[in-house]
């Protein structure tokens, strides 16, 4: 796996992490979703930059340019429901894309600690061939990526394999490169290097998808 990490680069990304992750800003549940966006946006221009690409003959008013123009055939598939607002920074550049949802949750076992991942609903196009944006805000354990990556595997072998997330752990990272091939790209904001007991990211920014979109019951 290629990791593209910009944890220790100096870039405007710092400034969305930052107030993600900061408790006073994240009262604002509109600009916490716009800023997850953001950074979709920014990890999307980075990942454009090792698609294929294709010249093309641009006619302008005053001639003709050759121009290199992405091929990919793109499926953006975000996991529901803090996928959602990552997944519309991803689409506003990507903006020709497929998209596919996927849902999955953590069912965690007699309220313990422990939890198996529960994937229950996928609407998707074909993936043989096409080059996947797989989308989670929160890159933990890992093991929710890669389960539903096994899923979306029924409908087809993607040629190329990019996720995408805001946030991720050591561990989850480290999960991810060592279960999936190994030509795939991981594109990453941020990454922090605890996980507690329960599987949440130390110091990380909380739960995704109750900031964006307001507390879940249980």
Avoid at 8 to 15: A, H
Avoid at 55 to 73: E, F, Y
Avoid at 158 to 182: A, D, M, R, W
Wanted: with cysteine; charged share 20%.
């Amino acid at each position: 796996m290629t990791i593209h990490d910009f944890t220790t680069q100096s870039s405007l990304l710092n400034q969305f992490i930052a107030e993600l992750r900061d408790v006073s800003i994240q009262k604002d549940s509109m600009r916490f979703r716009r800023n997850i966006e953001r950074v979709g946006e920014i990890l999307s221009y980075e990942c454009s930059k090792v698609l294929e690409n294709t010249t093309k003959n641009i006619p302008t008013p005053l001639g003709t340019k050759d121009m290199n123009l992405p091929v990919n055939d793109v499926v953006i598939c975000s996991i529901l429901r803090a996928g959602l607002p990552l997944h519309q920074g991803i689409l506003n550049y990507f903006d020709k894309a497929e998209n596919a949802f996927v849902s999955a949750y953590r069912d965690h076992i007699d309220d313990g600690d422990a939890f198996e991942i529960v994937v229950n609903y996928m609407a998707t196009p074909s993936l043989e061939g096409k080059t996947l944006l797989l989308v989670d805000p929160m890159l933990a354990t890992g093991r929710t990526m890669k389960n539903v990556y096994d899923v979306l595997l029924q409908q087809g072998t993607p040629k190329n394999i990019h996720i995408i997330s805001v946030l991720g752990s050591t561990q989850g990272v480290n999960y991810v490169n060592n279960n999936f091939p190994e030509d795939t790209h991981l594109w990453i904001a941020a990454v922090d290097n605890q996980l507690n007991s329960r599987g949440y990211i130390v110091p990380g920014l909380g739960d995704a998808g109750d900031l964006a979109y307001g507390t879940k019951r249980s």
